[in-house]
């Protein structure tokens, strides 16, 4: 039963908060323990007291986790325990623009794998300075790349020489292309092991079409969590101070 007077509120327990959601009641306990959800006021014997803002702000935090993560709902959840609005606002605009990145870089994978379509299938092998010739870069840089693990040349049994393989060259040269677009050895490293797990280019075309679905989802549990602390912070700036335990 609702009303204005605090003798008629309603009062949840840890279970009631729990079922909803699947969660177990130590969870919600921890939860709040967290700074997630407020505290709780507790009753002459010590047992925890819910109110349906309680339950919004569970709510909003397990609809922020599948967009932004644990780490990053759990602080903003605590930012806005301690009214600190514009330190919510400024996480969920980090995690906004880390999924910006995320996008360009999986752009930027797209044009390279384009780009490197339309050349005719290498032959043979080569060595470390006709490929840097052809990619327009000095050996060093090539050097550097091997070292950083982008491309893994073999060793002449004679010489001792680098000999980079058809697929040497394919990876140098997608490396070349990432690299103009910006973007770190180490970032472009996790991307070229894939191609040579996957053996080659064209079966990335699964892996990409995965990511992009994957960032897709991720977009909209963003909207998802922000409509849910939206409604959360409307309902907190409703309800005084005193009446949020």
């Known amino acids: 039963m609702t009303g204005q007077n605090p003798q008629h509120a309603v009062y949840l327990r840890p279970v009631d908060l729990a079922r909803v959601h699947g969660l177990s009641t130590q969870a919600v306990r921890n939860y709040e323990d967290a700074g997630i ?3 709780a006021a507790r009753t002459p014997t010590g047992y925890r007291r819910y109110t349906p803002l309680h339950a919004q ?3 909003a935090f397990l609809a922020l986790l599948p967009g932004h993560g644990h780490q990053t709902a759990t602080a903003i959840m605590r930012a806005v325990d301690r009214d600190a609005a514009d330190d919510a606002l400024r996480l969920l605009d980090e995690s906004h623009a880390q999924l910006l990145d995320d996008r360009r870089t999986l752009q930027a994978v797209e044009a390279a794998l384009r780009d490197l379509a339309p050349v005719p299938q290498e032959r043979g092998d080569t060595f470390i300075g006709p490929l840097a010739r052809r990619l ?6 090539l050097r550097k790349w091997e070292r950083a693990g982008l491309v893994e040349p073999r060793r002449d049994p004679h010489t001792g020489y680098r000999v980079y393989s058809a697929a ?3 990876n140098a040269r997608l490396a070349h292309q990432l690299r103009r677009g910006g973007y770190r050895l180490a970032q472009i490293a996790p991307l070229l092991a894939q191609v040579r797990a996957a053996g080659g280019v064209a079966p990335l075309e699964s892996m990409l079409h995965d990511w992009r679905a994957r960032l897709t989802a991720r977009g909209r549990a963003m909207l998802t ?6 409604a959360y912070l409307t309902a907190r700036a409703e309800t005084p101070p005193t009446a949020r335990s």
């Open 168 to 170: 040497d060259v394919r």
């Open 37 to 39: 959800i407020p505290p």
């Open 225 to 230: 969590g922000a409509a849910a602390l939206d």
């Open 57 to 59: 702000a569970l709510h």
């Open 136 to 141: 327009g870069l000095r050996p060093a840089t």
